[in-house]
């Protein structure tokens, strides 16, 4: 849903052909078995679950300054922040994933990226972002927001990870044109020397019904901005 450092962020959508936990072999895959596919160009859209995804990178889209540590920054990720996500429904199905953020006080709305759908993701905007050259039609492969909304309503397992990328060093996120980080900044290698002591920290999370939520988690995120405390 939301993958991020200290430097990108962007949230993310990726559906899959089965509801359900799904056990994947590769490269040797037996009589039966569902193949994995790897990140090979040519194997990406092997198995059952879109790699790609729909998704919504600021600094891709544009917006060089939303999102990064400093005060030049809308989110300053030097200090501490909520993220909010929304899952709007339509006629019993998800529509509509917005993401928003909490910061000195402020709701802080997504840019405007001009994909509609409040800057969220749903059929229509996935459509939108992903009718650039070069990009997979992999989302829609694998049943798009339909698909997905059968995964929310079949009930989501929420999963907190701390990961570093062996494949790519995490330049899909946070390099060349997705943000300001070296490229190999990223290498596990480099990344688990230089950077032994990394770690982050998550503090009140909430869930309920769209917007009761809000207040309570606004409170305690305004305490931990007057300890400067980062998050």
């Known amino acids: 849903m939301w993958e991020a450092n ?6 993310a959508i990726h559906p899959v052909d089965e509801t359900g936990q799904i056990v994947c072999e590769w490269p040797d895959v037996s009589d039966g078995a569902t193949p994995c ?14 790699r790609n ?6 600094y891709f889209m544009g917006f060089k300054k939303f999102y990064g540590p400093g005060t030049e920054y809308t989110i300053n990720t030097n200090k501490a922040f909520a993220i909010v996500t929304e899952f709007r429904e339509k006629d019993g199905e998800l529509d509509n994933m917005v993401q ?9 709305m997504m840019p405007e990226l001009g994909y509609g759908s409040d800057n969220g993701m749903s059929q229509d905007s996935c459509k939108k ?11 829609f492969d694998h049943g798009g927001m339909p698909q997905f909304s059968k995964a929310v ?25 997705r943000g300001t980080c070296d490229p190999g900044d990223g290498d596990p290698a480099k990344l688990r ?4 002591d990394a770690r982050f920290d998550i503090r009140h999370l909430r869930w309920g019904p769209i917007g009761t939520t809000h207040s309570s988690m606004a409170e305690l995120l305004r305490a931990e901005e007057l300890a400067d405390v980062v998050v």
């Open 129 to 139: 972002i992903l009718d650039r050259p070069g990009e997979a039609q992999y989302f």
């Open 153 to 177: 309503k079949n009930g989501l397992t929420m999963v907190l990870s701390f990961w570093d990328d062996m494949a790519s060093n995490m330049n899909w996120l946070d390099s060349g044109e």
């Open 100 to 108: 928003y953020y909490y910061q000195g006080g402020e709701k802080i």
């Open 193 to 196: 020397v230089d950077h032994a």
């Open 53 to 58: 995804g729909c998704y919504i990178n600021p």
């Open 37 to 50: 596919g790897s990140q090979k160009g040519g194997e990406r859209d092997i198995g059952p679950t879109d």
């Open 6 to 11: 200290k430097h990108s962020g962007q949230q």
